[in-house]
């Protein structure tokens, strides 16, 4: 049964050598089952993932753990394969482990298959990318460029300074949306100077309080004690506006905005939650995607077009930091930064207590 199954299928000793090679395993390694056995089970993996595999092999034979890996091999053409082997402990009648019994299987064509599926739903998102991005600079510019025309047939130098006046904010939103875009792909590369995390949350709630309240939404602040950490105050400020911004669009009829910072298994965090609309699956699986939006698209955002998430992902992801998000519809949001890139924490000052603030509407 073992010779003739259709994956490979090898055992190997305590000192993890090979002890038997059905068919299945001559076939993907174009090795014969005399030449095979007797060789350390890690040479079936080569280059850098060599030591990756021999350490997963060892657990299971110490631990009994089940273990999974993927990796690269080259077939007897030279072409590239996919495999993944599942290492489980051999254990004998006292229940003693004395070896690693290990299946490979050939995943190439379902690798190749979900790439392509991937590569499918890019090219659809890039087209909706464009579309927005084109309804965007009509909304923007079109209206701009009507009123230079008219401006270029009047004498009247109220109504052209007024033109142009109105011009320069259009050119301004504009601009804006371009340096979005460029931040979602690029990050943003500006060296601004060092702050602790703490202070950046308390100067974006400072100055976006009178903006939350006069949108009927209450922000709370829950800042337990963490260790001071860095981060880029100009870039950090640029995610943490663009997230609360996003919050208050899902709450139009009132709502609370709470930000919170903590230490998670080891990792500071910040979340941002909001009691809003929510969203459904389908709508998770895009939401960082430049332009998406749950509301309607049709007109004008009010300057916030759906970059708000994206750009704080590209942000992020150039930080080398993690962001999440999760939500139910009609139970709110959670969007969750955790702290594991570049500027990681340093050690933490004996007596930095952290306030807490809630900000209620006056």
């Known amino acids: 049964m073992c010779e003739h199954a259709g994956i490979a299928l090898i055992a190997a000793d305590r000192e993890l050598r090979i002890r038997t090679w059905n068919a299945a395993a001559s076939l993907i390694f174009g090795a014969s089952?005399?030449?095979?056995?007797?060789?350390?089970?890690?040479?079936?993996?080569?280059?850098?993932?060599?030591?990756?595999?021999?350490?997963?092999?060892?657990?299971?034979?110490?631990?009994?753990?089940?273990?999974?890996?993927?990796?690269?091999?080259?077939d007897g053409h030279g072409r590239p394969r996919s495999l993944i082997a599942t290492f489980s402990p051999i254990v004998d009648d006292q229940d003693r482990r004395v070896g690693v019994f290990t299946c490979i299987r050939d995943i190439t064509r379902r690798i190749s298959l979900e790439n392509e599926l991937a590569n499918r739903?890019?090219?659809?998102?890039?087209?909706?990318?464009a579309g927005a991005l084109a309804h965007h600079f009509n909304n923007i510019l079109g209206g701009a460029v009507t009123r230079v025309d008219f401006a270029l047939t009047t004498d009247n130098p109220d109504f052209r300074e007024k033109t142009l006046r109105q011009t320069s904010e259009a050119i301004g939103r504009v601009t804006k949306l371009v340096d979005s875009l460029l931040a979602f792909a690029e990050g943003d590369v500006r060296h601004g100077d060092l702050c602790?995390?703490?202070?950046?949350?308390?100067?974006?709630?400072?100055y976006m309080e009178p903006e939350l309240a006069g949108d009927d939404v209450k922000l709370e602040l829950k800042l337990n004690k963490i260790p001071v950490t860095p981060?880029?105050?100009?870039?950090?400020?640029?995610?943490?506006?663009?997230?609360?911004?996003?919050?208050?669009?899902?709450?139009?009829?009132?709502?609370?905005?709470?930000?919170?910072?903590?230490?998670?298994?080891?990792?500071?965090?910040?979340?941002?939650?909001?009691?809003?609309?929510?969203?459904?699956?389908?709508?998770?699986q895009r939401i960082f995607e430049p332009f998406f939006s749950t509301k309607n698209q049709s007109g004008d955002t009010g300057g916030h077009p759906g970059l708000g998430l994206a750009v704080a992902h590209g942000l992020l992801h150039v930080l080398g930091h993690k962001i999440a998000v999760s939500s139910q519809t009609s139970h709110g949001t959670t969007v969750t930064i955790s702290f594991t890139g570049k500027t990681s924490a340093a050690p933490e000052s004996p007596d930095a207590e952290r306030p807490h603030r809630e900000y209620t509407d006056t």
Do not use: W, Y
């Open 196 to 206: 602790d995390l703490t202070e950046v949350v308390l100067l974006v709630a400072d």
């Open 231 to 284: 981060v880029p105050r100009a870039q950090m400020v640029t995610v943490l506006e663009n997230i609360l911004h996003n919050a208050v669009d899902a709450m139009p009829h009132s709502g609370t905005a709470s930000v919170e910072t903590s230490v998670v298994d080891g990792v500071v965090t910040l979340a941002v939650t909001d009691t809003g609309c929510g969203m459904d699956e389908h709508a998770l």
């Open 33 to 74: 089952a005399d030449s095979a056995i007797g060789t350390p089970l890690s040479h079936i993996i080569a280059g850098e993932e060599r030591a990756e595999g021999l350490r997963l092999a060892n657990e299971a034979l110490r631990d009994g753990a089940i273990l999974n890996f993927e990796f690269r091999h080259r």
């Open 121 to 129: 739903r890019k090219m659809a998102s890039l087209g909706e990318m």
